[in-house]
């Protein structure tokens, strides 16, 4: 065994990328034994500088010291080398390969000049997860595992490539409220022999792992202490530089006519494996059903199949009492759907496209931006810019090209053209996905006006708190099926938990 | 960053590919053992000298540039049309067709008839990789390069068949070339040999323009091309445009071979497509698709066609150096431009340029 | 009718050879995410300069066979430098593969052209390299004649199937390949030079490919004109689609399509009335045939293929 990392200092570190500082002289330290929570918004910079760390991006300036001796790492390689291991938050692994093959792609000790020694890989992999307890299938394809046990398998490959330094981005967002839970019992196990950096925005998390707590906005260390020192709204107030507090919806159920409703819808992913299983779900006008589930449970082809974006194999959608299963996009859209999709550069805009252009993106032929087939560049232009200002998109003009935004402003440009559109429902995925506090709160506005103006939403989250903060109703996903249906009152994490698990309650 | 800064950027990097271009052209020569100098001279501005050859590149010019608009509108519209040669065989065989099926109708008639043929010819010609494209996902690169092999074998069997002039079978000496075609389909001439195609060309780039940036059968075309899925999600039936796009890029290859036959060769004989439809690519890239880029570049290209036909028997060197710099070009292009739009590189050396003004103040 | 079909199945393997090594080396570079288009152009300038090594030595007479072998390893260099050439391109300066390739494939296929006038003028033959009758086993009736009686190249290319195999299942340079060409970002996590692999499978790509051509002119035409490529690299190509980047299904590609084409000197050569143009399209037709049934749903294709990969890009 080679040494322990006895403590491990970036100092000064500075790293900039085209129009933005993504880290600005930012000082951080872990000791032995310790683990640090790097906490801030979407757009701090916590990713950038684990990157720094673990030697996939080079700083412009500072230095980074593991011992109290400078290192210098070029690459990945040379931070494994050093025992630095790192847990990305989307997974970094070859979907057609196996869990051994994937480990092997950094287990050098297995590479002879002319062979790969994949039982020396195999035997590894058995012996980390059996002392650590991870249970990994070594020939399992990834593709074949579920989100839960992808992370296993990169817990056990940072382990197999000799890690004595760990750093988690964001590790728990894409689990169950259990399965975090499992989560930060295994890590603070690993504590004995381990120190962690641990990169995450949920407070409670911090409070749970965490010894110490540096705080970045803006690519700033604004803050650093013991977590055991201050609460988590204390915390959070930090974070955001000042006191937000998310929108809730308050009002009453919706006793509105039945907008959409879904009766055994069967859908095939893009692996031909079934996606949706005989999901049945109604949303009423004037109401926000929240989809809860770990993702991957058929979120996506959801909303994909009801947008006329994906076949579907047998049941029904039902649009206000039309049927509209199987119909074409432009159909379901001139029937009244709107939508925001779950990737917002490659789905919502067209990134080289001005941001006029996105926003007569589905009305470039309707009467009211064209004659005949010609385009009528003043009233394109006159709509854009009081829409670009209504909804605050911050940009130099209309005539930007979407994609150079930021990405709290695409979703602005967005939802400005879906909600001018006047829509008569909603389906929004991950809508406040990776956006910062102030863009967030935002989008939740606009959302629950939408719904008080009687029109119903369905609402895509991976975030339980938006679910539970915004929704009338939450619904819960599970291998392509509806477990339950709660309302409002009847939700706790707790419970949602389990049902995402795939536990049916006894009813 | 500075305005004065990005425009130096860009400057720096167009001089560089230029000096690239003109770099790797000439490593090729200099094997040859050309007076390199000589060459580029006889290729770039000999033509330039004698109305003669002025009005010779002017009719290299025509057909390039009516292939670069079409291919321009299927690139904007994500589909790359390396199929233009074989369109172009294929709307010469519907040209001749249409001439050879009516030789009495009169002029007023049959000439747009014939014209009409020619894009209907390279229309169905393009229509098959864009529908392959569309709906089974076949890549357009291959399907329209084999297309190019198939219209070419079709192309000799027809002259040498059905289309064969009746006179070379009584003589016997067995050219595989149609008969002279009616002067019913003759399009007429300025002078010289340059003919009134010119006009037809200038007209389709100004329709193409407003086509592609003031209708919104364009924007639907552009958004379908810049990001497939983004249009498909926002109502674009994007396979509709792709198949589209890529009719209006056939019958273009087309109407350029029905051009050049009315206008020059007026008979259908071997060798009339020559290389056009390739050249077409690199017009097309070099005019920034845009059909008043596409203008000056067909005449630049058709400059250099007409150069390197020059080029053999007064600097020694093979007419082939044009084809080797047309593979140059395109991919000086496409680099040029991933160059000048990496804004990591760009802000990367201003800092750079930053601190070595501040190191010397 | 026998002998018809003896004599096509006998040209199968010697002819197939072209379109295999290109195919191969073409697997390589798509399974690393690179998609070379330019491979028509490498064929060609490895045809041109494998014919004009042993051309230069013997003057169109007999050579010692080991300018042919020089014409062949000139080949895989000159091939392994337009790799190392596309590798800049595409990988350095990221730029679109699909047309940078179509550029490649003039430049190359110019080029080859240009020299060619130049060094040689019009057709010369080269003798080429003779047939080695394997001892007994060329002997059995019509299998001998199938099997056991070819150049010795058309012997190697085929023992390097399996050995692509190997490299690419079996070696960890080939887990680094497929890992670069499916998911570069963990590939790049894991500490491996994402831009190396590809420029290295480019290179061994360009060299499969020079070797390619060069065979056509040294073994198969011993002759080069412009034409000899026609298309064979835009097919080997397909072949990778067809064969689902996997060497034992891109040979049996590589078979079929020669089947295709050798159709076309049977036609010739037994005077046939049949259109000698129809014969020769055949090929071609197949090829976008097989790529209407394979296009669809490519689950095994390498997921970035055609993707250039910047670590500082997050997407």
Not at chain 1, 229 to 254: F, V
Not at chain 2, 29 to 44: E, H, N, Q, R, S
Not at chain 2, 88 to 116: C, E, K, Q, S, Y
Not at chain 2, 247 to 254: L, Q, T, V
């Amino acid at each position: 065994m080679e040494d322990k990392i006895r403590s491990l200092r970036m100092e000064h570190i500075s790293k900039r990328f085209p129009g933005v500082l993504a880290s600005d002289d930012i000082s951080i330290s872990v000791g032995e034994g310790e683990v640090l929570a790097l906490v801030g918004e979407n757009g701090a910079g916590k990713t950038t500088l684990m990157n720094i760390l673990m030697g996939l991006y080079q700083p412009d300036e500072g230095r980074i010291l593991i011992n109290d001796e400078e290192v210098r790492f070029r690459g990945p390689e040379d931070a494994f080398r050093a025992g630095l291991g790192m847990v990305h938050q989307t997974y970094m692994l070859v979907p057609n390969m196996t869990v051994t093959e994937n480990i092997a792609l950094g287990y050098k000790a297995a590479w002879k000049p002319f062979r790969l020694d994949m039982k020396a890989v195999r035997d590894r992999v058995v012996e980390i997860s059996s002392r650590y307890g991870l249970a990994v299938n070594p020939d399992a394809y990834i593709w074949q595992l579920s989100v839960g046990e992808q992370q296993k398998v990169e817990l056990v490959k940072t382990l197999c490539l000799g890690a004595r330094f760990l750093i988690l981005d964001e590790p728990t967002s894409a689990l169950t409220p259990q399965e975090v839970d499992e989560l930060i019992v295994l890590l603070h196990k690993m504590t004995e022999e381990l120190s962690i950096i641990f990169i995450s925005h949920k407070l409670q998390e911090v409070k749970a792992l965490s010894n110490k707590v540096t705080i970045l906005r803006h690519g700033k260390v604004v803050f650093s202490g013991n977590t055991d020192d201050y609460s988590s709204q204390e915390i959070a107030a930090k974070m955001t530089g000042h006191e937000i507090i998310l929108p809730k919806n308050s009002g009453s159920p919706s006793d509105g006519p039945v907008a959409l409703s879904i009766k055994d819808l069967v859908v095939m992913s893009d692996r031909k494996t079934v996606a949706l299983d005989h999901l049945s779900l109604d949303v009423r006008a004037g109401e926000i059903i929240g989809l809860a589930g770990v993702s991957g449970n058929g979120q996506r082809e959801l909303a994909e199949a009801i947008n006329g974006l994906r076949r579907t194999e047998s049941g029904s959608i039902s649009f206000f009492g039309k049927e509209i299963s199987n119909s074409t996009p432009h159909g379901i859209i001139e029937a009244g759907m709107g939508y925001i999709p779950e990737e917002r550069n490659v789905e919502g805009i067209v990134p080289s496209f001005s941001i006029r252009e996105n926003l007569i993106l589905k009305d470039s032929d309707s009467p009211q931006f064209s004659k005949g087939v010609f385009l009528d560049s003043r009233k394109i232009e006159s709509t854009a810019s009081s829409l670009v200002e209504r909804f605050d998109v911050r940009c130099p003009g209309t005539a930007t090209a979407a994609g150079s935004l930021s990405g709290g402003n695409i979703q602005k440009v967005i939802l400005a053209r879906e909600i001018e559109r006047r829509p008569k429902f909603l389906i929004a995925v991950y809508p406040t996905r990776g956006l910062d506090m102030g863009a967030v709160e935002f989008i939740h506005q606009k959302l629950l006006a939408i719904r008080d103006s009687g029109i119903g939403i369905l609402l895509i989250s991976e975030e339980l708190d938006e679910i539970m903060d915004l929704s009338d109703r939450i619904a819960v996903i599970y291998k392509g099926s509806i477990q339950r249906v709660l309302s409002k009152l009847e939700a706790t994490r707790e419970r949602l938990g389990i049902l995402m698990a795939g536990v049916r309650e006894e009813s | 960053m500075t305005k004065g800064f990005r425009l130096a950027f860009r400057a720096v990097v167009v001089l560089l590919a230029i000096l690239a271009t003109l770099l790797m052209a000439s490593v090729i020569l200099w094997m040859i053992g050309a007076d390199v100098a000589a060459t580029f001279y006889t290729i770039c501005f000999e033509p330039l000298t004698r109305m003669l050859h002025i009005s010779e590149v002017l009719i290299r010019a025509i057909p390039l540039c009516i292939i670069a608009i079409g291919i321009s509108v299927a690139y904007r519209s994500g589909i790359i049309n390396i199929g233009a040669e074989g369109q172009m065989a294929m709307g010469i065989l519907a040209f001749t067709g249409a001439a050879l099926a009516f030789p009495d109708v009169p002029r007023p008639l049959l000439l747009p008839l014939a014209l009409l043929a020619s894009m209907i010819g390279g229309g169905v010609w393009g229509f098959i990789p864009g529908i392959l494209k569309a709906r089974l996902n076949v890549s357009e690169l291959l399907s329209t390069v084999m297309l190019n092999y198939i219209a070419a074998q079709f192309y000799s069997l027809c002259l040498r068949t059905i289309y064969l002039d009746p006179a070379e079978q009584v003589d016997g000496t067995g050219t595989p070339q149609s008969m002279r075609l009616t002067e019913n389909v003759w399009l007429g001439r300025i002078t010289g040999r340059l003919h009134f195609g010119i006009l037809i060309a200038l007209v389709l780039a100004v329709l193409i323009f407003i086509l592609m940036w003031k209708t919104s059968i364009g924007f639907k075309m552009r958004a379908s091309g810049s990001c497939a899925r983004a249009a498909r999600y926002g109502g674009i039936s994007v396979g509709f445009y792709v198949a589209a796009s890529m009719i209006i890029s056939g019958a273009f290859a087309g109407l350029a071979g029905g051009v050049e036959l009315a206008g020059v060769h007026r008979r259908a004989i071997e060798g009339i497509t020559n290389n056009y439809g390739f050249s077409g690519v690199v017009v097309a890239l070099f005019g920034g698709l845009h059909p008043f880029g596409i203008i000056p570049a067909s005449f630049f290209f058709g400059l250099m066609i007409y150069g390197s036909t020059l080029a053999p028997s007064k600097v020694g060197v093979p007419a082939n150096i044009v084809q080797v710099m047309q593979g140059i070009i395109i991919i000086v292009i496409v680099t040029a431009q991933m160059v000048l739009s990496n804004a990591y590189l760009q802000d990367r050396i201003w800092r750079k340029y930053q601190a070595l003004r501040k190191k010397e103040a | 009718m026998l002998d018809i079909i003896t004599n096509m199945l006998s040209m199968c393997i010697p002819f197939s050879v072209a379109l295999l090594l290109a195919s191969i080396g073409e697997m390589f570079n798509q399974r690393a995410g690179v998609f070379n288009l330019g491979c028509e152009g490498v064929m060609a300038m490895g045809a041109f300069i494998g014919m004009l090594i042993p051309f230069m030595a013997g003057g169109g007479g007999a050579v010692s066979e080991w300018y042919n072998l020089l014409g062949f390893v000139a080949a895989a260099v000159l091939g392994a430098l337009f790799g190392l050439f596309f590798g800049l391109v595409t990988v350095t300066f990221r730029a679109p593969q699909g047309i940078a390739g179509i550029g490649l494939q003039m430049f190359g296929v110019g080029t080859a052209g240009t020299l060619f006038r130049h060094f040689v003028g019009g057709t010369q033959s080269i003798p080429g390299i003779p047939d080695i009758d394997i001892p007994v086993l060329s002997r059995i009736p019509v299998i001998g004649d199938i099997f056991f009686s070819h150049n010795a190249a058309a012997y190697l290319a085929y023992l390097f199937i399996p050995v692509a195999w190997y490299i690419l299942f079996r070696t960890p340079w080939g887990l680094k390949v497929r890992a670069a060409g499916t998911s570069p970002r963990a590939a790049d996590s894991m500490g491996i030079n994402v831009s190396r692999v590809r420029y290295e499978a480019l290179m061994l790509g360009g060299a499969l490919a020079g070797l390619a051509g060069a065979y056509l002119s040294i073994a198969q035409a011993k002759m080069f004109s412009d034409t000899l490529i026609s298309g064979r690299g835009f097919i080997a190509v397909a072949l990778v689609y067809f064969g689902h980047w996997h060497p034992a299904q891109i040979m049996g590609g590589a078979l079929l399509f020669t089947l295709a084409q050798t159709f076309q000197t049977i036609v010739q050569s037994m005077g046939i009335s049949f259109p000698y143009e129809l014969a020769v399209m055949l090929p071609y037709i197949l090829v976008i045939v097989v790529l209407s049934f394979t296009s669809r749903n490519q689950i095994t294709a390498p997921t970035s293929l055609g993707k250039p990969f910047n670590r500082e890009i997050r997407t």
